[in-house]
């Protein structure tokens, strides 16, 4: 079925071994439906066993690029390779993509070990080792006492891991995931988002996961792409995405964002007060008025009788808490202190805010 | 079906427990008077019958002539048309769900048609063009009946369609190797069970109850032979119409007992004569980017 399949002894509870993906490669891929771009030039390419999370606003095309990837939709123009080789001719059902979807999509009339098995019978598996291998993929998810229970009888959580066990047990090339976890609550999200990622990384599976989500996206994802009408605006590890972000959008996309109005002059910006030097990259207006953005960690706070704002909120966190200051031209920010510090800043104080000196990202004076 | 309309009756600003109560209190009465009223209505005529018939009458039904082979054409117009109905009606129904959603209000009010135009006009046209090969034969009214059972059965089919949330369950069965033909016979018709059977039922006894065509068609359907014999002797005539009642109301049964019980074990819907009601467990929206 595919070239790693009948390498390596090391074959674990899927019968496959470790990091046996295939590398992905999106090329200008271009999609309009009707007059509305969904996709405007995009690019990817994903390495072997490399889970990668599509994260963007909903509308920005993610999940067309994976309905293009899936095989569901084709491309105006540009190209999917899987392996190296285009697989625009090869249909959904020959694409060798487990997919798992945002809505219930286990078939009613079949029980668990049924769905599991379903890819096997199309692929003309016989019917005892169909079933052997479906009830060690159950196993793997942790719900082979549900294996005789039909999808009605199963919660939503668990009609996800039946379907991710699915998904698995074709021994897919490339797993694809649109919004699987977005029907669940909170609890269970977070239980099988680790489960999630475990298997993928257990079996070295190439994944694309696509997610409006973006605590979902950086604690899962070897590398996030950030997209935003039709193409991807940046693709870095969660880290770099978050303190190192290419454009505005990104910024204030991913994570909580300050936008604090300063002036930029020779690569150095003075906002409340300090001049700090701003970060390479990225599209840089010129010099004059721009907004300077800072995340809440990056601002210092300090009560002072006529600072330069005042607090009007605060929210407790845990070990932090965020406070809401008020600055004068109307303009609110949010600063993370810890906690254990956060006593005296209660609604109505004043307080001077300041930068913490590290450079910071600049944009256009909206 | 009655206690998801009285909720809704019943709704309003009084607090869940109170409400219960007062439900419980006031619409059995009301429901066993209007099952006594509507028990009245359609029991009343069948006893009449049935006194009129006289119990004898019932054993002289078979040895009549016609009446065996008018209940067989009977029947396999019934086979004819149904399995015609469902083989046109199924593939255009999912193929238009899933292709062509915004044909479904313009193939709603096709399907309508049939009902609109009188039988009588329909049957005059088709006499008038039908080749002459067709017209010699009795399976002509088959293939008016599927115009007939197509408002029925595409309502059956539909509702059922909708309850599905088909996209997704066809890609699934895709992605998971499975062609067009897998995916219809394995994913798609096993889950229209009740759909399916619900358009046979109401296909079935409306070919077994149609009347008009197959008159003005000459040709002695089992409803033709019950008004021809009715001129020889009434009350056998009426034994057989009451028979006829009995054994496809038997046959109805039947089928709908089958149907949710099958449907109950996988969870699928229930079956009802005129539309499939799923029992939708917190199904989550289908938005996405």
């Known amino acids: ?366 | 079906m009655a206690a998801v309309i009285g909720e809704e009756l019943a709704g309003g600003t009084a607090p869940g427990p109170l409400r219960a109560a007062r439900r419980r209190r006031s619409l059995p009465v009301w429901r066993w008077i209007i099952l006594v009223l509507a028990g009245v209505y359609f029991l009343i005529p069948l006893y009449a019958a049935l006194r009129f018939a006289g119990i004898a009458s019932f054993g002289q039904v078979v040895h009549q002539t016609g009446f065996s082979d008018a209940l067989i054409l009977s029947l396999k117009l019934a086979v004819i048309t149904t399995v015609l109905t469902l083989a046109l009606m199924v593939p255009t129904t999912v193929y238009v769900h899933l292709r062509l959603p915004r044909l479904r209000r313009l193939l709603e009010s096709v399907t309508i048609l049939p009902i609109v135009i009188p039988p009588v006009v329909l049957i005059a046209g088709v006499l008038q063009v039908a080749p002459a090969y067709l017209k010699s034969t009795p399976y002509l009214l088959g293939l008016i009946y599927v115009i007939l059972a197509m408002p029925f059965a595409y309502r059956s089919l539909d509702a059922g369609l909708r309850a599905l949330d088909l996209r997704t369950l066809v890609d699934a069965s895709n992605s998971l190797g499975a062609g067009w033909r897998s995916t219809l016979w394995r994913v798609i018709l096993p889950n229209l069970r009740t759909a399916l059977m619900s358009a046979t039922v109401l296909t079935a006894a409306l070919v077994l109850g149609e009347f008009t065509m197959a008159s003005l068609d000459l040709y002695q359907t089992f409803p033709v032979w019950i008004v021809a014999f009715d001129q020889t002797s009434g009350p056998v005539s009426t034994a057989a119409s009451l028979l006829a009642l009995f054994l496809t109301w038997v046959f109805l049964l039947l089928i709908v007992t089958v149907g949710s019980r099958r449907a109950r074990r996988t969870g699928g819907g229930q079956v009802d004569l005129f539309s499939v009601v799923r029992h939708e467990t917190g199904r989550p929206g289908t938005g996405g980017s």
Not at chain 1, 64 to 70: H, N, Q, S
Not at chain 1, 74 to 83: K, L, R
Not at chain 1, 237 to 242: K, N
């Open chain 1, 1 to 366: 079925m595919t070239t790693n399949t009948t390498t390596g002894t090391t074959a674990n509870a899927a019968g496959r071994p470790a990091g046996g993906g295939a590398p992905v490669s999106l090329r200008d891929l271009a999609r309009s439906f009707g007059g509305v771009r969904a996709l405007n030039g995009l690019s990817l390419d994903i390495a072997p066993g490399e889970l990668v999370a599509l994260l963007g606003p909903s509308g920005c095309g993610k999940t067309t690029a994976l309905r293009i990837l899936a095989g569901f939709e084709t491309a105006d123009s540009g190209t999917v390779s899987v392996d190296g080789k285009d697989v625009a001719a090869v249909p959904a059902a020959k694409r060798d993509m487990g997919m798992v979807f945002q809505s219930y999509s286990l078939f009613p009339n079949m029980s668990a070990l049924e769905n599991v098995g379903f890819g096997l019978r199309m692929r003309k598996l016989r019917a005892a080792s169909r079933r052997r291998r479906a009830a060690e993929l159950l196993e793997m998810v942790g719900l082979s006492a549900h294996a005789r229970h039909f999808p009605h009888q199963l919660s939503g959580g668990q009609q996800q891991r039946v379907a991710l066990a699915r998904a698995l047990a074709i021994e897919p090339r490339v797993l694809l995931l649109d919004e699987p976890l977005s029907a669940l609550d909170a609890k269970v999200r977070l239980q099988l988002r680790e489960q999630i990622r475990l298997l993928q990384q257990r079996l070295g599976i190439t994944t694309v996961f696509v997610t409006h989500d973006q605590e979902e996206a950086l604690s899962m994802a070897d590398r996030v792409g950030v997209m935003k009408d039709g193409s991807l605006e940046q693709v870095a590890a969660p880290d770099e995405l978050y303190n190192h972000p290419a454009t505005a959008f990104v910024a204030e996309f991913v994570g909580t964002m300050n936008r604090i109005p300063g002036e930029l002059s020779d690569g150095r910006v003075s906002a409340l007060g300090t001049v700090v030097g701003t970060h390479a990259g990225g599209v840089h207006p010129a010099d004059g008025s721009v907004d300077v953005l800072v995340r809440p960690e990056g601002l210092r706070v300090a009560a002072i009788a006529g600072g330069n704002g005042i607090v009007t909120d605060r929210t407790f966190r845990g070990s932090q808490t965020r406070i809401t200051v008020l600055l004068s031209q109307d303009v609110a920010v949010q600063v993370d202190v810890a906690s254990s510090t956060a006593g005296p800043l209660l609604p109505g104080t004043s307080v001077q805010i300041s930068l913490d000196g590290s450079p910071v990202l600049v944009t256009e004076r909206r």
